[in-house]
């Protein structure tokens, strides 16, 4: 659900959120007074972020996220006419500078799907994250990794509007050209460089004009 929420998160961002995920063992119980701790020399040793002024900046990524939002859709099967839930990532950080580390706490609606980490949710692998550039090649690799559910190779056709809304790019990006050149190509050559998945499309058309994507991944 997480996987396929809408949202936008700046890479390092992400990196944050990662990181966090990383922490949970095995049958941990998260709660909303569940902290995760971060250090600033996790983003330089993990993602080779610069280490000048490493702590100003992972506090900056990380104020930036307490006021990021992700809607998460059909989040409960029980009740069938709720079409959406729109939360926070985080709804508290803790600042400790002498120790260059922050604490992040998540918010509770988001945090069912945390505690799903050892089974329904989709795993990360920082190793394959690390080197990329792009936002979108991030985004990407989740929702292939989420589309793939266990299987070596999947075929999934999408809307381009869906995948946008996917990308919370609703409304950006009229033209399909700018579209593949600054988000479709960009986050796929990410995911073919230093991932361990291989993609490929296929534009789909309604008449002239390409109002589908086909994917295919292979693991």
């Known amino acids: 659900h997480v996987v396929e929420a809408s949202y936008r998160l700046s890479l390092n961002e992400q990196r944050l959120i990662l990181l966090c995920i990383q922490q949970i063992k095995k049958g941990q119980a998260i709660t909303p007074s569940t902290g995760f701790n971060i250090l600033a020399t996790d983003l330089i040793e993990t993602f080779g972020v610069s280490s000048k002024n490493a702590y100003s900046d992972l506090k900056e990524v990380a104020d930036v996220l307490f006021n990021r939002f992700l809607t998460i859709y059909r989040p409960d099967p029980e009740e069938p006419k709720l079409e959406s839930t729109r939360t926070r990532w985080i709804t508290a950080i803790d600042y ?5 580390r922050l604490k992040l706490y998540f918010a509770p609606k988001v945090i069912p799907y945390i505690s799903m980490l050892e089974g329904q949710f989709t795993r990360y692998n920082l190793a394959y994250i690390a080197p990329m550039t792009s936002v979108y090649g991030v985004r990407f690799y989740e929702l292939f990794k989420c589309w793939l559910m266990g299987n070596k190779t999947v075929t999934k056709l999408i809307s381009l509007d869906d995948l946008k ?5 609703k409304g950006q990006y009229p033209s399909i050209k700018d579209f593949k050149l600054k ?32 994917f295919t991944i292979i693991s």
């Open 165 to 169: 809304e996917l990308l919370d790019l």
């Open 183 to 214: 988000v479709l190509d960009r986050g796929l050559e990410d995911v073919n460089q230093h991932t361990d998945l291989a993609v490929s499309y296929e534009n789909k058309r309604t008449g002239r004009k390409i109002t589908r994507i086909e």
């Open 96 to 100: 400790i500078p002498s120790e260059g």
